[in-house]
């Protein structure tokens, strides 16, 4: 068994439980890595994943070492571990794991220091901190990389900041862009478990009550579109007017959110952008608003400036916090410290839609292996026939068949002759 710091051993046999559960929905994930395996497509492949660690990412660790890989697994986010995941990892797979839920900020870089370490040749990151870290500082590693891939929103605008600095001399798979990511793990996912860890950190009734959304990205979408559906009224929030005038014709109210502050009783952030919502929004909402963030990093509620102007926090139950407000003596409820809610306080994205998710990324990691050496510096996306080769898998996991396009359908459609 290799090197490991995780929360307790002991705890592996109801991981490996959980982890066979989401299998079972992670059909296509479980033909790729067969496949992988039949192929050794990655044999004397070192990967370090920097991801969640829940037991949709154990079903890809379990892919990736089917075919040949070697990888150590760090979280991407120091609540959002599931310890007896992180336990069966290393139990009955031997992977080395270094991941615990709650480990401080200094802990979570150490970690992500040990895996750069082992010197990987393929970076799995979600977020962006192993590469930035990489480039910061070792950048003498950089040679060694053939290529990363990168799962979120924020870590792909990271990538992109780091090629127009010409600091990033790799090739970086945004796997996030690949649509049968985006489409389904950003919308469905992310609206169903993000009502998910609000509901079962705070069981409040989500019928009647006023939700508001920030930011109407792919994240957006869904989180707005399941609130509503649990009867909320939902506001959005926007800086961007196209998407603005989509959220509007969806139905939705759409303000700043200095107004919203005041009508809203349950705030989500979901931007990728900090301070949306600041100390003077936090000022005017009303008693007992509750607050919580869903986009990648914990910089989109102003936690600092909270506890700059508010006595507590006193801890009502697990990842509830409750702040007053000097200024008004009013309450504000901050849920999972400003923290993804979806993974702090729920299981993050049921494995139906993580298979898609997983399924690119496994994909990404045999395709940069595939083109080492071939592919150029910077952001790539992943070829338009894996995408459909996922979503056609996907289908037929389903159970669902389409129609097929007749060769005079085929003609019509590169054809200009015909009109009217
Ligand atoms: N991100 C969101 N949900 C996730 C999950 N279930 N596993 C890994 N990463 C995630």
């Not at 192929?39 to 920097?50: D, F, N, P, Q, T």
């Not at 605008?157 to 996030?176: D, Q």
């Not at 049968?180 to 069981?203: E, M, P, V």
């Amino acid at each position: 068994m290799k090197g490991y710091e995780i929360r307790d051993i002991g705890l592996a046999e109801r991981g490996r439980q959980r982890i066979d559960w989401a299998a079972r929905e992670m059909r296509v994930l479980g033909l790729i890595g067969q496949r992988l395996a039949r192929e050794k497509a990655l044999s004397g492949i070192r990967i370090v994943a920097c991801v969640h660690v829940t037991t949709e990412t154990a079903n890809l660790v379990r892919a990736l070492k089917a075919g040949g890989a070697q990888a150590v697994v760090i979280a991407s986010n120091p609540l959002s571990t599931q310890d007896d995941v992180a336990a069966s990892l290393v139990a009955d797979e031997g992977v080395a794991v270094y991941a615990m839920k709650g480990e401080d900020t200094a802990t979570y870089r150490r970690h992500v220091d040990i895996a750069l370490d082992t010197h990987p040749h393929v970076i799995i990151d979600d977020g962006g901190d192993v590469v930035a870290t990489l480039m910061s500082k070792r950048p003498e590693q950089a040679g060694e990389i053939i290529g990363s891939t990168e799962e979120t929103t924020t870590g792909v605008t990271r990538l992109r900041a780091m090629e127009r600095a010409g600091r990033l001399p790799f090739p970086a798979i945004a796997v996030n862009n690949a649509q049968t990511k985006h489409l389904f793990d950003n919308r469905y996912g992310t609206g169903q478990s993000t009502l998910d860890g609000i509901i079962r950190a705070t069981n409040i009734l989500i019928a009647g009550r006023t939700v508001v959304v920030a930011g109407y990205g792919m994240c957006g979408r869904g989180v707005a579109m399941r609130a509503r559906g649990l009867g909320a009224n939902v506001i959005v929030t926007e800086v961007d007017p196209i998407r603005a005038v989509e959220a509007a014709m969806d139905g939705y109210r759409v303000m700043p959110m200095m107004a919203a502050a005041e009508i809203g009783d349950v705030f989500i952030t979901v931007t990728g952008n900090r301070d949306v919502i600041d100390v003077p929004h936090l000022e005017r909402m009303k008693d007992g608003a509750i607050v919580c963030n869903a986009g990648h990093f914990d910089v989109e509620v102003n936690v600092a400036g909270l506890r700059r102007v508010a006595d507590g926090p006193i801890r009502l139950r697990p990842f509830v916090d409750e702040y007053r407000l000097r200024s008004t003596g009013r309450r504000v409820i901050l849920l999972g410290e400003g923290r993804l809610i979806n993974l702090v306080a729920a299981e993050g994205h049921p494995a139906s839609v993580m298979d898609m998710s997983f399924s690119n990324q496994a994909l990404a990691v045999e395709y940069l292996v595939k083109h080492r050496g071939k592919l150029s510096a910077g952001v790539h996306l992943l070829p338009r026939e894996i995408d459909q080769e996922i979503a056609q898998l996907k289908l037929t996991t389903m159970g669902i068949s389409i129609d097929e396009l007749t060769p005079g359908q085929r003609d019509y459609l590169s054809s200009w002759e015909v009109g009217t």
